[in-house]
């Protein structure tokens, strides 16, 4: 039987989501640790994205296989039960055994989120990154809307991962402004190597006042990442949306 | 110098405002901890109110007199350096001597929040109460609409703090649903021990369907603890707003 899993955790105490050396929780292992405690098994579990440290998801997804003696309906209160309170599972639904989180998703939606204000926030501490600054979110809506649709995104890339095609294409990118918060929704057939972090960095220099909303235009067709803004912490960088077809 | 603080904190690391035992860690001495490295002197601090254990603060008004050798406007950055990132001050502003955190106040308001839903969220952990069974939130504003206005609120306080008078005048009760959240926020001259807790409990029975709206009519005016509902836990309540006449 092919279940997948979706649910949400607080990335902050982990060490992203792939199995790492031993000492260092990761969100992979300590799902595998539960699946254990639950199915006396321990299952290889495919995950939808390789999360980096800190990073956190609202709906990370992932499948495994098993041999389905506990019916899938009964696994979100077994697993949640044996899973920190930093993870929780939201369901658990049999899926076609060619199922795979990874290479079956067409679209990832990323929120990456930013507090406006000089003075940290006591109740999301690790959840969002700080700019003191103001920020101005039209400006950096009209710079988003600008890096919509099919391009090279080699600029929004850092080394660290090999990909022989640096194509994407950006079905979504939408800045929005709720009091303090400034939230980047970025959504896409697939990301590169801290893309999504990459615009955020480069979107709060719009935002600053640093680059012109326009100016993406040619630090998109530079193909340089020496031409966008920082690489934005892991802080704010949300996992919100995995979209498969037909489920 | 008298200077009145706002403050957030996150409660849940704390055993409430007043100062306590040695190894109880509370807001009050936390803070005390930060004056002293910032003013070299620990001046007392005066709270406007004595917060339960667990309990939060989104606006947390507190004053203390010193000789005023550093300016207020310098205070919140150098209080902030020498805080853990679970109180941060907001404010510091000089107010006249006779100013009273406690006494000056005319007004104060809490949010008591619901999560209703079957799944704890990772995001927002020790902040909220968890109810599973379904709320009707219109109920639940119906019977708070009954509860407001000047009462005899001694059905909704539990023994712990003696007072003369029960009376107090509720100038706002509302619920509001945002999506899973129910927030039910209280507004009043004073509150009782522990009334807005038990409001809490009550417009929770009312909204899961155990108790009719029109049944806090009598609760109330039982004038019996044993008539309303259960005390609701700490975590769920934020004390969100304090009012001082011209300032």
Do not use: W
């Not at 649910?7 to 992979?28: D, K, S």
């Not at 405690?37 to 956190?56: E, F, I, Q």
């Not at 998801?57 to 296989?65: E, M, P, T, V």
């Not at 990874?102 to 700019?131: C, M, W």
């Amino acid at each position: 039987m092919n279940i997948l899993i979706r649910m949400a955790f607080l990335g902050t105490g982990y060490h992203g989501f792939q199995v790492q050396a031993p000492g260092r929780p990761t969100i992979c292992g300590t799902f595998q640790d539960a699946l254990q405690a639950v199915l006396g098994t321990r299952p290889d579990v495919k995950g939808c994205s390789r999360t980096d440290a800190g990073v956190h998801a609202r709906a990370y997804c992932l499948n495994f296989h098993y041999d389905g003696a506990i019916p899938p309906e009964k696994l979100p209160l077994a697993l949640n039960q044996n899973l920190p309170g930093d993870i929780r599972v939201h369901s658990a639904t049999e899926v076609p055994p060619t199922f795979h989180a990874r290479y079956s998703a067409v679209e990832k939606e990323y929120t990456y989120e930013l507090l406006n204000a000089a003075i940290d926030d006591p109740f999301t501490r690790g959840q969002y990154h700080r700019i003191t600054r103001p920020l101005d979110e039209n400006r950096m809506q009209a710079a988003a809307a600008l890096l919509r649709g099919t391009h090279d995104f080699a600029t929004f890339m850092n080394t660290g991962s090999p990909v022989n095609d640096t194509r994407r294409t950006l079905t979504h990118l939408s800045v929005a402004r709720r009091g303090q918060r400034v939230v980047i929704t970025a959504a896409a057939d697939g990301f590169l190597y801290n893309m999504v972090r990459i615009l955020a960095g480069t979107l709060a220099d719009v935002g600053s006042g640093k680059t012109p909303p326009k100016a993406v235009v040619d630090i998109l067709a530079a193909r340089n990442r020496q031409n966008a803004g920082p690489t934005l912490p892991a802080c704010g960088l949300f996992l919100h949306r995995v979209v498969y077809p037909g489920l």
